[in-house]
């Protein structure tokens, strides 16, 4: 099915939007469209390419022109389809073009709001959990989100600039046999050529106490025209190897994305994706839901929904806590388990991934575990009375518990 972006629309279906801005002048030959360097080639990256097809907002045009010192626009012609010219709070639109909000402070704003920065032994290395790192292997995108948590960094107009040390960093990892599971991520790893990704995966691999690869990416919504057969062959060779997959909107999964997910996953890569919850994106239960089953039927467990991280320039798109917890509520045994992801918030400084979950747990000592369910009935299970096991904290048990 194809149609246009500003047709509205819940995103329950699949639906592709080639060649749309560009089927004008003759139209676009549909080797270069489904060419991954043409669509990097000519992505949207100025003014006068947004204002050649969108009607922009005076707040949108505003921060198209700060943009240049923050966090770079681009968006890719795929992805610049699926918004619509006159609408600025519309889902995609949101994530994508500069705000003038986004020049506006927070006292809550961090320039490096998950303290990679402090957990970095060598350049572009982060170690802050015991047997995994996070391997930052460049500072570019297909495309730029604006809610970025590495904004400092990525797109080559941050505060910083990222130096990954490629030697030292293998150094370190031969030398640190905890390290059982690296994570390539950055910018992003998959806008690599194939050979240069094939020996950062080999050079990697090599390293025997390294028992898993995961590459976290969002070019597969991107850009769904570089995941090639070419380059699910190389992937493969690699396993076990995992993919954790960025997808916030159900609109976001297209015909062509459903594609690109399904040669992943035919080719032996366990496929997660992780969400950010976002004010005028995804923070209402039923986009939630329509994103997890989608995510579903392309063959990719929710794995996690982000609370957005307290980014400079990000207030605009954060949305509290308790609307992360009520679409948890709304998720949890009203869909299968498979759907519902982990909401998780980063603690701020560098704390790490806290799960937050509605309260389930009403009364627990060494007797005795009161929970309910997601209907609110209320259920005891019966405890071993092990006292060397923490419990959690203990409350009074009132029928008000059947109400929370």
Known sequence: ???????????????????????????????????????????????????????????????????????????????????????????????????????????????????????????????????????????????????????????????????????????????????????????????????????????LRAIKHIEFLRIGTRVPIFLPQRITPELCAILAKYHPLWMSVHVNHPRELTIEVKEALERLANAGIPLGNQSVLLAGVNDDLETMKTLVHKLLMCRVRPYYIYQCDLINGSAHLRTSVAKGIEIIEGLRGHTTGYAVPQYVIDAPGGGGKVPINPGYILYHDNEKIVIRNYEGKIFEYPETGNENVQFAPQREYHDEYLYS
């Open 1 to 203: 099915m194809i149609t246009l972006a500003t047709e509205k629309g819940d995103g329950k279906e699949f639906v592709s939007h080639a060649p749309g801005f560009w089927s004008g002048d003759g139209g676009i030959a549909p080797e270069l469209w489904n060419d991954w360097k043409w669509q990097l080639k000519n992505r949207v990256t100025s003014l006068a390419q947004l204002e050649k097809h969108l009607d922009l907002s005076e707040e949108e045009r505003s921060g198209v022109l700060l943009s240049g010192d923050k966090l770079a626009l681009a968006v890719t012609p795929h992805f610049f389809n699926l918004i619509p010219r006159d609408n600025p709070n519309d889902a995609i639109r949101r994530q994508m073009i500069p705000r003038i909000e986004e020049t506006w402070t927070s006292p809550y704003d961090m320039a490096d709001p998950c303290g990679e920065d402090s957990h970095m032994p060598v350049p572009g290395l982060v170690h802050r959990y015991p047997d995994r790192v996070l391997f930052l292997v460049t500072d570019r995108c297909a495309s730029y989100c604006r809610y970025c948590t590495r904004s400092r960094v990525v797109s080559g107009v941050g505060e910083q600039e990222l130096h990954t040390n490629f030697e030292e960093a293998f150094r370190y990892l031969e030398q640190h046999s905890e390290v059982r599971d690296v994570l390539l991520s950055g910018g992003d790893a998959l806008i690599f050529s194939d050979d240069k990704l094939d020996k950062l995966l080999s050079r």
